[in-house]
Structures are given as structure tokens and as C-alpha cells.
């Protein structure tokens, strides 16, 4: 059971819009950025928003980040054949002092 | 460019140990806090364990505290996670990732991977 709860399966069609929730705590998401990975099986995970909103520079802005309360959400533009992956949301917990994730959401483009 | 390069991977026998080493390359090593990520066969990710840049103060999860130590060679710009009295549960494939400003994962290695198994 992971400490941030994610959906564990979401899809779209090309050019669709879709988003990811992750739900978190007063301990976790409630006072601390949140970060969102993309991971394709067999790669190294890779960065897409830092700090709730931030994109790393080569990032594509279809990919958006936003915060409220205890729960985040990414957003995906304009979906795409290549954005087929598993997502998963993370933070640091000043309770457990450990960084924690999702359990992560397989996107699926139809 | 940054470059993680992680090794030290393979199979072990429960109840031994193995130790993770991760190079560093691209960036002011000494500096940066990194951490230990671990992805166990058709699980998600795990955040291991982490360790500052400027005092080397060190965070485990608890599945691990007291079996694995975090530890750092800035004069070999090396990372190491010592894994001691090994578990089935272990298995994982192992990322050694780098923190920006208190934000962890702005780079990831390729990973090693883990397996205890008799």
C-alpha cells in the first residue's frame, strides 16, 4: 500500500487530454512539492515536473503539473502514441522522513 | 552532461550481502544529495535511501534500516549502497538518482539489477 494513492490505470486517444491524481496527506503532499516521473519499461525514470509545476528544460509543455491541498494531478495535452507509460507522483514525508511515491498509473493510448 | 553509471548488481543468496556502487559524472558531486531507488518485478518505484551533500546525513525506509548503509566517495565521485542480510523481497532493479535543491530524480542511472535467490 503506498503512501500516495494514484489510479493505477488511465487512457486516451491521440490528441486527447488527460489527467493523474495522486492523493496524499498533511505529512506529504499537504506541506511539500510534489514531483511526477515518467517511466517506459527498461529505461531509467525521467523527471517531468519538479516542484508542483516546474518543467525541466526539453520537457514538452503538454505536460503540466498543479497542487491543491493534499493532492496533486498531472496533465497531459495532445496525448501521444510515445506518451504510452507508466506515471508516478513523489514527495517527502516529515513523518516518515522518506521520500514516498504513488504506486504508479499505467497511461494507456488507445 | 550528468551521467550515472550504476553497478555491483547480481544474484546473492538470502542472508548475503552485496554492495551497489553508482559514478558520477557532469556535475559538482560533493555537493549534491543522492539517493537509492529500487523497483521490485511488476511493482512501482521505492524510494531507498538518500544521503545529503554537505554533512552526509543519511535516510533509510524502514524495510531496510539497519540491513543497507548509504555511503559516499566525493573524492571518487561515487556513490554506494552496502546491502547486508539480503531478501527474496530485495530484488529489485537499483537507480541511483540525483537531488537539484532538495528535489529528487532530476537525473537517474540505467540501474542494476538485484536478485536473492537459493
Known amino acids: 500500500q503506498s503512501v500516495l494513492t494514484q489510479p493505477p490505470s488511465a487512457s486516451g486517444t491521440p490528441g486527447q487530454r488527460v489527467t493523474i491524481s495522486c492523493s496524499g496527506s498533511?505529512?506529504?503532499?499537504?506541506?511539500?512539492?510534489v514531483n511526477w516521473y515518467q517511466h517506459l519499461p527498461g529505461m531509467a525514470p525521467k523527471l517531468l515536473i519538479h516542484?508542483?509545476?516546474q518543467r525541466p528544460s526539453g520537457v514538452p509543455d503538454r505536460f503540466s503539473g498543479s497542487k491543491s491541498g493534499t493532492s496533486a494531478s498531472l496533465a497531459i495535452s495532445g496525448l501521444q502514441s510515445e506518451d504510452e507509460a507508466d506515471y508516478y507522483c513523489?514527495?517527502?514525508?516529515?513523518?516518515?522522513?522518506?521520500?514516498?511515491f504513488g504506486g504508479g498509473t499505467k497511461l494507456t493510448v488507445l | 552532461e550528468v551521467r550515472l553509471v550504476e553497478s555491483g548488481g547480481g544474484l546473492v543468496q538470502p542472508g548475503g550481502s552485496l554492495r551497489l556502487s553508482c559514478a558520477a559524472s557532469?556535475?559538482?558531486?560533493?555537493?549534491?544529495?543522492m539517493a537509492w531507488v529500487r523497483q521490485a518485478p511488476g511493482k512501482g518505484l521505492e524510494w531507498v535511501s538518500g544521503?545529503?551533500?554537505?554533512?552526509?546525513?543519511?535516510y533509510y525506509t524502514d524495510s531496510v534500516n539497519g540491513r543497507f548503509t548509504i555511503s559516499r566517495d566525493d573524492s571518487q565521485n561515487t556513490l554506494y549502497l552496502q546491502m547486508n542480510s539480503l531478501k527474496a523481497e530485495d530484488t529489485a532493479v537499483y537507480y541511483c538518482?540525483?537531488?537539484?535543491?532538495?528535489?529528487?530524480?532530476?537525473?537517474w542511472g540505467q540501474g542494476t539489477l538485484v536478485t536473492v535467490s537459493s
Open positions: 557532469g556535475f559538482t558531486f560533493s555537493t549534491c544529495a
Open positions: 516542484s508542483n509545476i
Open positions: 544521503i545529503s551533500g554537505r554533512d552526509g546525513k543519511t
Open positions: 498533511r505529512f506529504n503532499i499537504g506541506i511539500n512539492s
Open positions: 513523489a514527495t517527502w514525508d516529515a513523518s516518515l522522513k522518506n521520500w514516498v
Open positions: 538518482a540525483k537531488y537539484e535543491d532538495g528535489s529528487m530524480g532530476h537525473n
